[in-house]
């Protein structure tokens, strides 16, 4: 390799060599903290983005995601049990109503004629009161089930979004991800408790009301049926509009919590810039977008009852109508036309039931549409040629092993990589999806174990890439990047960062307690262990100056602590960890003098044991470093120590005299 053929300065001077040429001019993509990256752009079009002027019978847009009524099926049957129960008391509280009208006729009839009615009487409050408790269990028991589907696919989103490739995080806004877990997901609920199972039910008791009703007098009830038909059709031609509107409306209230979720965050940052006016603004114009999607599934959602409710007073016109005739001419008897009312009645409940539940069934499309686009991205590791568990290729029928051997990828790997490279970059060629220029061109350097080495050169120049390309956030080009002489497309991903102890460029605290960030690698530490690694890197303050000790909070993204504080926490951390290597990026650039000073005798006193490669721009913090990589436009353009470089590389001599090293 050109950029390095340097081995450990205990056993041989370390190779120097400097790249010559034009560099080129290509912008470089900028430093990323391998996280969440907030895009202004997009920030901006969901601001100004405008809902467009529908009507109530236009069509979905055919470039927006939709939803089969099949994708449901998955939430449904891993509650088949309990939604078979509630089907069944569905259908016994059908026939205990279909009955009451049987009997109200027979009750009538026997007033009519001065007959005693003995115990019928009881007998219609006994259904009566069936029917109410039956009633009340099928709705305990649909409430449950329809929690248990929020909670099955906010299980699902939670597993599958923390495991998406990071490419695919950095291009979604952080709200919009909190919106379908916890807006999206409630939509669900709707399917099981506004009437999908009552149906069932309500299928018997539309059945039986109709063979009453013709039994009864089939001339009324073609004139009922003709009212109803009507009002089918209309409810049909509305509610089929809901699933669009609803996915359009969640997907405001996504923009709106994105939005909130941006301001909070940089809410110290808005005020000092005196932007918490214009931020506002922002945020109530896409409160004002969700409130008018919102309004238009009201409008649509509006005709739907008065439809249903019109057809019902017509029907119920028409057969007090016709059906008065009817008695006045002797077709029909009083005791006749109540039940048909009451039949009507029950005819016209389950319509309006299945009404509320095609309209609750396309709003929970609307929204699963949303959920069902995430939950089918390809998870990080979908594409891996390496069993869970293994550093070997997976193949049909074997075993995954512990073997240290290459099998993939080996084909690619130059015989320039040393022989026994902690780490190592061969050739690497890098671009980031969202950009056309090469982040990293044919870089190459090796890592010798127990070693320090620097990445050092001007911003852009890739020396973050380089970790995460380590880490596996993103997997190269061209070229191979090795550890432990593997190919880090050969390991599981679990396996590889559990080699690493990863400090980023933003030293990145989560919300909780000081132990909680402690034992985020290390869960099963010991209070003396967190101790220990607090001292070690001068922060056993934060223990002291809070009667919660450990369980002291930090703030929501370590806002209680100083900068310099959230950077040696994070260190703290990785240490507690016990890597092998660490991978630090800027962990100075937050201290004073003094912190600094003992940051690197902590850094020194577990060095011994370790592999550190440090990315710095201050380099009065790794000119002690065994090995130093010049970088400049995704190129090594120099490596060897402090003093060799100063000599031979006109790049390290500019930043070291800038810093007053020279």
């Given amino acids: 390799m050109s950029a390095n053929a340097s081995s450990h300065p205990q056993h041989s001077d ?24 907030t895009h202004p752009s997009s920030d901006h079009a969901a601001r100004t983005e405008q809902p467009r002027r529908r009507g109530p019978f236009a069509r979905a847009r055919s470039d927006e995601p939709r939803a089969r009524f099949s994708q449901l099926w998955p939430y449904l049957i891993e509650r088949k049990g309990i939604l078979i129960t509630a089907a069944v008391l569905s259908v016994i509280g059908a026939l205990l109503t279909l009955c009451q009208p049987l009997l109200l006729n027979v009750l009538i009839t026997r007033v009519q004629n001065g007959e005693v009615l003995g115990s019928l009487v009881w007998l219609v409050v006994a259904l009566l009161i069936a029917a109410g408790v039956i009633t009340g269990v099928q709705y305990y028991v649909l409430s449950r089930t329809g929690e248990g589907v929020v909670l099955s696919s906010r299980q699902r989103l939670v597993h599958k979004i923390l495991r998406l490739p ?3 995080i950095d291009q979604r806004r952080t709200g919009d991800l909190v919106s379908r877990v916890s807006s999206d997901t409630t939509l669900l609920r709707a399917v099981l408790t506004q009437g999908l199972v009552d149906a069932v039910g309500g299928v018997f008791i539309l059945v039986g009301a109709i063979v009453g009703m013709l039994v009864l007098d089939p001339l009324l009830f073609a004139l009922t049926a003709l009212v109803l038909v009507v009002a089918i059709v209309a409810v049909s031609l509305v509610a089929r509009q809901v699933q669009s509107a609803t996915r359009e409306a969640q997907k405001s209230v996504g923009a709106l919590t994105a939005a909130v979720e941006r301001s909070v965050r940089a809410v110290r940052t808005i005020r000092a810039n005196g932007a918490t006016a214009r931020e506002t603004a922002g945020i ?29 007073q017509a029907a119920v016109l028409v057969v007090l109508g016709v059906g008065g005739l009817r008695v006045a001419a002797g077709v029909i008897t009083i005791a006749q036309l109540v039940s048909f009312v009451i039949f ?5 409940m389950p319509l309006a039931s299945a009404a509320g539940a095609f309209t609750s069934v396309q709003s929970a499309l609307g929204a699963l549409a949303r959920i069902q686009e995430v939950l089918d991205l390809p998870d990080e590791d979908a594409h891996d040629r390496v069993r869970p568990g293994s550093r070997e290729l997976s193949s049909d029928g074997a075993q995954p092993t512990d073997t240290t051997a290459t099998v993939a990828y080996t084909s690619s790997v130059s015989a320039a990589v040393p022989t026994g490279a902690a780490i190592a970059l061969d050739q690497v060629t890098f671009r980031y999806p969202s950009s056309a220029e090469d982040v990293l061109q044919s870089l190459s350097f090796s890592v010798a174990p127990g070693t320090k080495t620097a990445l050092v050169g001007p911003s852009g120049a890739g020396k973050s890439t380089v970790l995460g ?155 002690d470093s065994d090995q130093i990589v010049v970088m400049q436009n995704g190129k090594a353009v120099a490596t060897g120590t402090h003093e060799q470089l100063l000599a031979m590389s006109p790049l390290y001599r500019e930043l070291a005299e800038q810093q007053l090293l020279a």
């Fill in 14 to 37: 370390p190779a120097i060599s400097v790249q010559q040429g034009a560099a080129s001019p290509a912008a470089q993509h900028p430093q990323q903290t391998l996280g969440h990256v």
């Fill in 166 to 168: 990071i490419s695919e």
């Fill in 344 to 348: 009507l009645f029950m005819m016209v």
């Fill in 469 to 623: 390309l380590l880490e596996r956030f993103y997997d190269v080009q061209s070229g191979s990047v090795q550890v432990e002489g593997v190919d880090v497309r050969s390991w599981d991903r679990d396996l590889l960062r559990a080699q690493f102890g990863y400090v980023e460029q933003d030293s990145p605290v989560l919300a909780g307690s000081l132990g909680d960030n402690l034992r985020l690698a290390a869960p099963d530490a010991t209070d003396e262990e967190c101790l220990t690694v607090l001292r070690e890197v001068n922060l056993e303050h934060l223990v002291s100056r809070d009667d919660a000790g450990l369980d002291a909070s930090v703030g929501e993204g370590g806002s209680l602590l100083s900068g310099g504080e959230r950077q040696r926490l994070a260190l703290a951390r990785v240490l507690l960890a016990g890597p092998p290597i660490l991978l630090l990026d800027e962990l100075t650039s937050s201290l004073d003098g003094l912190n600094e000073e003992l940051l690197k005798q902590a850094l020194a006193h577990v060095a011994a044991e370790r592999t550190l490669v440090v990315i710095a721009h201050r380099l009065s913090t790794v000119i």
């Fill in 284 to 312: 109530l114009t896409d409160a004002h977008q969700a409130y008018d999607r919102g309004l238009r599934i009201a409008r649509l959602s509006a005709l739907v009852g008065p439809t249903v409710q019109v057809a019902l």
